[in-house]
C-alpha cells in the first residue's frame, strides 16, 4: 500500500509529544551557558524558557536540552539582575 | 497556589521541538496554564500561531488529549468535547467523579473576530471550560494582519504606516469586558511575565464551574519587530505602563490584581518596538500624547471599578 495510505484516520496522531523528536536545535544562533555556581534555582529560566528547554532535576536547574532551544535569550535576560548566571555565546566560537 | 517549584515538579505537558519562532510569548503562557490546572486536561485550539507550530504533522508538540477544527470554533469544539466527556461519564465509560479540565485556546483573531460567535455561543451555554485567548495583537501567523486586538496606531501589514494613515486608526476591542457581560463566574487579564499570577488566575479559573476566560498578554517578535529575548521585558513593560492591566471579575467583582507603584510612560513600552516606530517621528508627537491620554482614561477607568459589582 502506498506510503500515504497508512496514515491514521482522521489523521489523528496517536501519541503525545512527538515533537520532542524534532529537533529545532539548529535554528540557535547564540547558546546558553550557565554558570551553575552562581545560579540561585529561582527558576525564573525554566518557567519563562518558550522550548521546554532548560533542564531541572529535583528542584534544581542544571542545564539546557541544547535540542530545542532556539537561542531566544530570554533566560539570560530574565536571570535575576543580582544573579546573572547566564550568558549567551555565539554558537561558532 | 503553587509555588515555582512545585509547578517545576509537575509533568512537562507541551514538549520542546515545537516551531513557534524563538522567543514566542505563546508556550510560557501554555506551560504555565497546562501546570497550573489540577488535575487532566482536555485541550483545543483555534487555528493559528499555537495550532501551527505546535502540531505540523506528524509531530504533535501536546502530551495531552488536543483537538483542532477550524479557526473560528476553538469554543463550540471544546464545548462538543465537554459534552461528551460528560456523556461518556453518564454511560459509565468514565469515572464519575473524575474532574477533567477543558481550557481552548485561541489567538486574538482567532478569539477578537473570526471566532466570536463561537465563545459568545459556549459562554452562554455555561459549558464548564476555560477559554485562554493569547493576545499578540495581529494575525502573526498569517502575516501580521491587524486584528481587532491591534493597538491604536500600531503598523501591520494592513494598517501600514506610510504617508496617508499612522498605522491603525482605531482603538482596540474590549474582549475582556464582553466576556464579563456574559456573566460568567471568572474572566481576567494576565501576563507571562508575573507567572505567579497567571498561575494562581489558571487554578482559580479552573476550579470554579461554569465558563471562565482569560486574556493573556502575548509578546511577539515578529509581529512588534523586537528582538527575541526581550519577549518577557516587554510583556511586564505593557502592564507597567498600564496598556495592559492586569485584573480579575470574580463573580461580577472586579479586582485590579496589580497595581504598579510607578506608572511608566507609555512611550517606554512603544519604543522598542519596530510596529510603533512612526510614533517617534517630531512631527506624530500629538498621536502619541493621544494615545498616552487613551491609556490613562482607561486605567482610571478600571481604578474607578476597583472592588466594585461591576455585572
Known sequence: MAEHKKLPEGGVIEKGGTAHGYSTGGWRKLRPVVDLGKCTNCMICWVMCPDSAVIVQDGKMVGFDLEHCKGCGICAVECPDKVKAIKMNEEAD | ?311
Not at chain 2, 105 to 130: C, K, M, P, V, W
Not at chain 2, 283 to 296: H, Y
Request: charged share 20%; proline share 5%.
Open chain 2, 1 to 311: 497556589m503553587a509555588t515555582i517549584k512545585e509547578l517545576a515538579k509537575k509533568d512537562e505537558l507541551l514538549s520542546g521541538g515545537h516551531r513557534l519562532c524563538a522567543g514566542c510569548g505563546i508556550p510560557p503562557i501554555v506551560r504555565i496554564i497546562l501546570r497550573s490546572a489540577n488535575g487532566p486536561v482536555v485541550a483545543s485550539s483555534a487555528t493559528g500561531c499555537l495550532e501551527v507550530g505546535t502540531t505540523i504533522y506528524p509531530y504533535t508538540a501536546w502530551r495531552i488529549p488536543w483537538i483542532h477544527s477550524a479557526f473560528e470554533n476553538s469554543a463550540a469544539t471544546i464545548s462538543g468535547v465537554e459534552t461528551a466527556y460528560r456523556a461518556l461519564k453518564k454511560r459509565g465509560r468514565i469515572p464519575a467523579d473524575k474532574d477533567i479540565k477543558f481550557v481552548a485556546f485561541g489567538g486574538d483573531g482567532g478569539t477578537y473576530d473570526i471566532g466570536l460567535q463561537s465563545l459568545s455561543g459556549a459562554l452562554e451555554r455555561r459549558h464548564n471550560f476555560l477559554y485562554v485567548c493569547y493576545d499578540n495583537g495581529a494575525y502573526m501567523n498569517t502575516g501580521i494582519q491587524r486584528s481587532s486586538a491591534t493597538p491604536l496606531f500600531s503598523n501591520t501589514t494592513t494598517s501600514q504606516a506610510g504617508e496617508v494613515i499612522q498605522g491603525k486608526q482605531e482603538w482596540r476591542k474590549d474582549l475582556t469586558r464582553i466576556v464579563v457581560a456574559h456573566n460568567v463566574p471568572f474572566a481576567a487579564q494576565c501576563s507571562p511575565h508575573n507567572w505567579a499570577d497567571l498561575s494562581k488566575k489558571a487554578e482559580k479559573a479552573l476550579a470554579v464551574k461554569g465558563p471562565t476566560f482569560l486574556n493573556v498578554m502575548s509578546p511577539c517578535p515578529l509581529g512588534w519587530y523586537t528582538k527575541s529575548e526581550d519577549s518577557i521585558k516587554l510583556a511586564k513593560l505593557s502592564v507597567d505602563t498600564c496598556y495592559w492591566p492586569l485584573y480579575e471579575v470574580e463573580n461580577g467583582v472586579m479586582k485590579v490584581t496589580y497595581k504598579p507603584k510607578e506608572k511608566k510612560p507609555l512611550a517606554e513600552w512603544l519604543k522598542p518596538q519596530g510596529r510603533f516606530k512612526h510614533l517617534f517621528k517630531p512631527e506624530n508627537a500629538n498621536l502619541l500624547s493621544a494615545f498616552q491620554a487613551r491609556v490613562d482614561s482607561e486605567w482610571q477607568r478600571l481604578i474607578d471599578l476597583d472592588g466594585k459589582q461591576v455585572y
